[in-house]
T-cell receptor, first 121, second 116 residues
Framework: AQKITQTQPGMFVQEKEAVTLDCTYDTSDPSYGLFWYKQPSSGEMIFLIYQGSYDQQNATEGRYSLNFQKARKSANLVISASQLGDSAMYFCAMREGVDIGGGTSYGKLTFGQGTILTVHP | GAVVSQHPSRVICKSGTSVKIECRSLDFQATTMFWYRQFPKKSLMLMATSNEGSKATYEQGVEKDKFLINHASLTLSTLTVTSAHPEDSSFYIC????????????FGNGTRLTVT
């Protein structure tokens, strides 16, 4: 079963407007982290924002905010005042705990399918 | 912030040859590094988890004899694509971070491999 789901293959937004990129997740682990990354056409992965499963408030980082709805298992990324440089592929990702025999290890990131965002002038 | 350096950024090789990709954590020690593969406009698929001083853990369906991973030190992991074939052409990207769920993984800039 898909652990991270991004249902929007592509999104378009006008410059200076806000856009929401959807992400839902599936886990039974009470401790997990949710992350958003931006990947421009050059390929590098740029970390944008993080939300922890125990965080009471939605995370914000500059123009990025995360709309965290734990009961619905969604972690949508909101980009305010879009800029042309925001055009890129955006990935939602999750880190979960893994029982390593007497302890918990948090390892890999599991990624969603990605959303290609295009900002129009 | 944490920096991960990956080298080379691009490589073209002939079928049947081997290619080594290096991943270094420059300002922190990484007991664990992760290797991902990405096809154009697709998601990142985890290939293996590289643990310093021990054998790598490969994801299901990834050939461990084709994709050799060595994590010789706390700052260096290498991925060797052995006997490369055109279907191995892809974007390979490594990442590293701490073992905490509230810590992001930091990524290298990736290696675009083309096998002719």
């Amino acid at each position: 079963a898909q652990k991270i789901t991004q249902t929007q293959p592509g999104m378009f937004v006008q410059e200076k407007e806000a856009v929401t990129l959807d992400c839902t997740y599936d886990t039974s682990d009470p401790s997990y982290g949710l992350f958003w990354y931006k990947q421009p056409s050059s390929g590098e992965m740029i970390f944008l924002i993080y939300q922890g499963s125990y965080d009471q408030q939605n995370a914000t980082e500059g123009r990025y905010s995360l709309n965290f709805q734990k009961a619905r298992k969604s972690a949508n990324l909101v980009i305010s005042a879009s800029q042309l440089g925001d055009s890129a592929m955006y990935f939602c990702a999750m880190r979960e705990g893994v029982d390593i025999g007497g302890g918990t290890s948090y390892g890999k990131l599991t990624f969603g399918q990605g959303t290609i965002l295009t900002v129009h002038p | 912030g944490a920096v991960v350096s990956q080298h080379p950024s691009r490589v073209i090789c002939k079928s049947g040859t081997s290619v080594k990709i290096e991943c270094r954590s420059l300002d922190f020690q990484a007991t664990t590094m992760f290797w991902y593969r990405q096809f154009p406009k697709k998601s990142l698929m985890l290939m293996a988890t590289s643990n310093e001083g021990s054998k790598a853990t490969y994801e299901q369906g990834v050939e461990k004899d084709k994709f050799l991973i060595n994590h010789a030190s706390l700052t260096l992991s290498t991925l060797t694509v052995t006997s490369a074939h055109p279907e191995d052409s892809s974007f390979y990207i490594c990442s590293a971070g701490t073992g905490s769920y509230n810590s992001p993984l930091h990524f290298g800039n990736g290696t675009r491999l083309t096998v002719t």
